[in-house]
């Protein structure tokens, strides 16, 4: 059974570690960013960068960069096997909202850490610029997200949530 139809139950270990090492990546860049924001613009204006400003600016980049690694791994992952299927029953805009929010927060996951690796390196403040005006949309996507998932386990009571959490046997 496990050998004919892979990931029809849930999601691997290893999507689900992905998973929620994303969300800490995510949560570390929200406490550190103003550090990174402090240090682009210090090496912008060739000023000096103090101890705490250099260390949590590189914990952004490190960080960010973790964030594109997981999140490629884990789409490798989801194409390579598959992913478990939406619920039965779900309304078509549920559905559609569902996988619209999955797109368009992997491409985010996606093009942060590019352009934030593009414009530090080649010191390009318009790649910075986007960069920036990606953090709203993530967060408002992410909102949705956990709502999205917290309905799914208290209202229509799926196991939605449960298997993000408990991979298939
Ligand atoms: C998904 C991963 C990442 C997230 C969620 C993220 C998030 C953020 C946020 C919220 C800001 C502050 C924007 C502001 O208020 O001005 C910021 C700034 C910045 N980040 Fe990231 N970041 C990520 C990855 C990276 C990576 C890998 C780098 C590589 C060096 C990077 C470089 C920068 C730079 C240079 C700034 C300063 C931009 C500016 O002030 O105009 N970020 N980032
Ligand atoms: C920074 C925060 C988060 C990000 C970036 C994020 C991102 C993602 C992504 C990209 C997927 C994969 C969808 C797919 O491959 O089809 C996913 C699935 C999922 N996430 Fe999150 N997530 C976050 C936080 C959370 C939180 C806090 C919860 C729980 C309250 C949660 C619950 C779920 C569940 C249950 C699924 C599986 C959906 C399904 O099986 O159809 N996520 N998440």
Do not use: N, P, R, T
């Given at each position: 059974m496990a050998i004919s139809a892979p990931r029809s139950e849930g999601w691997?270990?290893?999507?689900?570690?992905l998973h929620?090492?994303?969300v800490l990546f995510i949560v570390v860049q929200f406490v550190d960013h103003e550090w990174?924001?402090?240090m682009w613009r210090a090496t912008r204006r060739g000023a000096e960068i103090d101890f705490t400003t250099a260390t949590w600016g590189w914990v952004h980049i490190v960080t960010g960069t973790l964030v594109l690694?997981?999140?490629l791994l884990r789409l490798w992952d989801r194409y390579a096997n598959g992913r478990p299927p939406y619920p039965a029953g779900e309304p078509n805009w549920a559905l559609w909202l569902a996988k619209v929010t999955h797109v368009l927060i992997y491409a985010i996951l996606i093009l942060m850490p590019v352009t934030g690796l593009l414009a530090w390196n080649l010191m390009i403040g318009e790649l910075?610029?986007?960069h920036e005006l990606l953090w709203t949309p993530l967060l408002v996507l992410?909102?949705?997200h956990i709502a999205g998932?917290?309905?799914?386990?208290?209202?229509f009571k799926t196991d939605v949530l449960r298997r993000m959490l408990r991979p298939a046997q």
């Open positions: 691997s270990k290893l999507s689900i570690v929620w090492l994303i990174m924001v402090d690694i997981a999140a910075a610029e986007i992410v909102g949705l998932s917290l309905v799914q386990h208290f209202y």
